[in-house]
């Protein structure tokens, strides 16, 4: 049985330290991996039921049948595992700003690490994925301008709550223009949110995709003694280009 509490790994970052931290449940017994950057808990492995959300709600509509798949942000890994447990999914590129995240899936530090970084079709890429979703080359640094089915973010708390002042950019119709440019037609955009939906987000959304909807994922919150919720927005690019001289 593990120690009732242990920090397997501390590290400075440029956004701060950052921590991963081991705690056996007093009420099942089962350990709880956790992800801190300084104070703000990013992740828990008491709660994934919005991690799994995010892979299932973006990819469900999906019609194609093999898959390219990016996801921001790696976490314990629960959004990328959902992924590659999807058969049509051929390729996943998981971008994370923090190579000490990355390390600890490859040194198999976090249960779903080492299945992850052995499955072929899954490449752990350390870069900033807003400065990716924005620029020319995209996500991909192997192949330039490449564009996928699907891109599911979850980095910030929300568009409104963001880990660094540079992330809002994306949240607006500019931003949200640009990462739909890394899309494939018909292609989908989803985010993970902490917070209810936003109507100012969801203006923004409307104002880039003909298609979009926000899902409130309940789950049970054991440490409150009832349930939380967070949002999935799903948002689709049209399916084929506008002709010459439309909008």
Partial sequence: MSARFEEIDWRPTPMGVI???RRRDPATGEDIHEVKLGDEFLMSSLFTAGE???TDLGLAGLTATQLDVVVGGLGLGYTARAALDDPRVRSLIVVDTLGEVIDWHQRGLVPLGAGLSADP???LVQGDFFAMATGPDGFDPQDPGRRFHAVLLDVDHSPRHVLHPRHAALYRPEGLRALADRLHPDGVFALW?????DADFTADLADV???WAAHVV???NP???GTSANTIYVARKA???NPPGTT
């Fill in 19 to 21: 921590s991963l931290r």
């Fill in 239 to 241: 399916a084929t280009p």
């Fill in 121 to 123: 079709r899954c490449r």
């Fill in 223 to 225: 440490l409150q003694g």
């Fill in 193 to 197: 949110s902490n917070d209810p939906p």
């Fill in 218 to 220: 309940d789950f049970d």
């Fill in 209 to 211: 995709f003909p298609a």
């Fill in 52 to 54: 799994i959300a995010l």
